[in-house]
């Protein structure tokens, strides 16, 4: 069964510095992999997706993220914490024949300080 | 280009009564998912609709179901309400079922059964 796992409940970093929330995952295929963000009482964004074309992928808001097939990982970066990115983030893996069917992570609550 | 909506936004309602939530995809897109969003459990699949057609369904007992009309606006019910059933329910659209339409979520109903 598919799943992915998300290191870290919450997280906390300083304006400017660098943000990794960490993902891995398991599948029996060739995973679709995504990243969420969630504001306060707002639904779900796409932040970036992985569908195998190319394993740096570039999201929104200056997001990228890495698929690491030899580590089973896909951890979210940012190179410098902006305070507007605090918020949760989820890592999702799409169940294996259905693609609008997501799995996701417990999510990650970013803290960014002044 | 109108966001997902779902209504209403905020719901009270007591145990053992039934509730129906709405939602409006964005125009043009034809697949319609609701996910549950709850503290302890996170982010679980409650059901898809493609072309007013379930295509997957979660792990959810049969007090929850839902339709998908002509026009692709869609509806979930749950009758008899439990208290457990007290969470953020969360529409999302996408244009098609391939992975090259990722989901765009509402920002939710808030469901708090008393």
């Known amino acids: 069964a598919q799943s992915v796992t998300q290191l870290g409940s919450h997280v906390s970093v300083s304006e400017g510095a660098l943000v990794l929330l960490r993902c891995n995952y398991s599948?029996?295929?060739?995973?679709?992999l995504f990243w969420y963000v969630q504001y306060p009482n707002q639904g779900l964004q796409l932040l970036l997706k992985?569908?195998?074309?190319?394993?740096l992928v570039k999201g929104i808001n200056g997001f990228e993220a890495e698929f690491k097939k030899s580590e089973t990982s896909f951890h979210l970066t940012k190179p410098s914490a902006h305070m507007s990115d605090a918020a949760e983030y989820f890592c999702?893996?799409?169940?294996?024949?259905?693609?609008?069917?997501?799995?996701f992570g417990t999510g990650t609550l970013l803290a960014v300080q002044p | 280009k109108a966001g997902v909506t779902q209504t209403p936004r905020y719901l009270i309602k007591t145990r053992g009564q039934q509730v129906t939530l709405s939602c409006s995809p964005i125009?043009?897109?034809?697949?319609v998912s609701w996910y549950q969003q709850t503290p302890g459990q996170g982010l679980q699949f409650l059901f898809e609709?493609?072309?007013?057609?379930?295509?997957n369904k979660g792990n959810f007992p049969g007090r929850f179901s839902g339709r998908q009309f002509s026009n692709s606006r869609s509806e979930m019910n749950v009758s008899t309400l439990e208290l457990g059933d007290s969470a953020l329910y969360l529409c999302?659209?996408?244009?098609?079922?391939?992975?090259?339409?990722?989901?765009?979520f509402g920002n939710g109903t808030r469901l708090t059964v008393t």
């Open positions: 999302a659209s996408s244009l098609d079922r391939t992975h090259n339409s990722p989901l765009h």
């Open positions: 599948s029996s295929v060739p995973p679709y």
């Open positions: 992985y569908t195998s074309a190319a394993t």
């Open positions: 999702a893996v799409s169940d294996v024949g259905a693609t609008n069917k997501l799995i």
């Open positions: 125009s043009g897109h034809r697949s």
């Open positions: 609709y493609f072309s007013e057609t379930q295509r």
